[in-house]
């Protein structure tokens, strides 16, 4: 999961938008239009996980995980030049 992360994901949508013009990558409101795709798989795999398990509610580890998936959130960490995890802050919120 890591290595599809750090390493695949950023090397498709490099890939995917070679040739594309930057105003397609985004939706009217700002998000990146790969990012939904990428949350989805990340909520259906908790989804499964605890089906699995037989949970019926998602934890917040879980949902932080489905954001952290998303092309925005990879973005930041990047730019916090990995001095501060955005989920570490989120998670001493909770």
Same mark, same amino acid.
Do not use: C
């Given at each position: 999961? /890591? $290595?599809?992360?750090i390493?695949?994901?950023?090397?498709?949508?490099?890939? @995917?938008? @070679?040739? !594309?013009?930057?105003?397609? /990558?985004?939706?009217? !409101?700002?998000?990146?239009?790969?990012?939904? *795709?990428?949350?989805? !798989?990340?909520? $259906?795999?908790?989804?499964?996980?605890?089906?699995? @398990?037989?949970? @019926?509610?998602?934890?917040?580890?879980?949902? &932080?995980?489905?954001?952290?998936?998303?092309?925005?959130? *990879?973005?930041? !960490? +990047?730019? /916090?030049n990995?001095?501060?995890?955005?989920?570490?802050? &989120?998670? +001493?919120? &909770?």
């Open positions: 999961m /890591l $290595f599809l992360t390493v695949m994901i950023p090397i498709a949508i490099l890939a @995917k938008t @070679k040739d !594309n013009d930057p105003k397609d /990558l985004f939706h009217e !409101n700002g998000v990146h239009k790969t990012s939904s *795709m990428l949350m989805t !798989n990340a909520l $259906f795999e908790a989804m499964d996980k605890n089906m699995r @398990k037989k949970v @019926k509610v998602l934890s917040d580890e879980q949902f &932080i995980e489905v954001f952290e998936a998303s092309v925005e959130w *990879m973005a930041y !960490n +990047q730019s /916090l990995k001095k501060v995890i955005l989920s570490d802050i &989120i998670k +001493q919120k &909770i």
